[in-house]
């Protein structure tokens, strides 16, 4: 069965790091878009970073560009969101979701998701 797992999330100041993990299984990575997604409390879910694992392609959201990195382990079947000076409105529940096709920031077109990891950023 194919299955997302996100990790990493936690409490961390502003202006700290983190790292998120998705780990897929049932499937490889190798044809597949990975987006990482985010929802805070009475808001929209909203696309953070997205990369096609076989092609090397990226892309971010504009509120994240220059902080966030995201990158792949095909070994691994792993894909991972590196998140560096945080700030408060980061807080959110972030999530890994996957489809066959293009690299997208959509939610809707994304047809598999992980259960979510939290991440509060706050001092």
């Known amino acids: 069965q194919l299955q997302l797992v996100e990790s990493g999330g936690g409490l961390v100041q502003p202006g700290g790091s983190l790292r998120l993990s998705c780990v897929a299984s049932g499937f490889t990575l190798d044809y597949y878009t990975i987006g990482w997604f985010r929802q805070a409390p009475g808001k929209e879910r909203e696309g953070v970073a997205c990369i096609s694992v076989s092609g090397g392609y990226r892309n971010y959201a504009d509120s994240v560009k220059g902080r966030f990195t995201i990158s792949g382990d095909n070994a691994k079947n792993t894909v991972y969101l590196q998140m560096n000076s945080l700030k408060p409105e980061d807080t959110a529940v972030y999530y890994c979701?996957?489809?066959?096709?293009?690299?997208?920031?959509?939610?809707?077109?994304?047809?598999?998701w992980g259960q979510g990891t939290q991440v509060t950023v706050s001092s």
């Open positions: 979701a996957t489809r066959r096709y293009a690299c997208s920031l959509y939610a809707s077109d994304f047809n598999y």
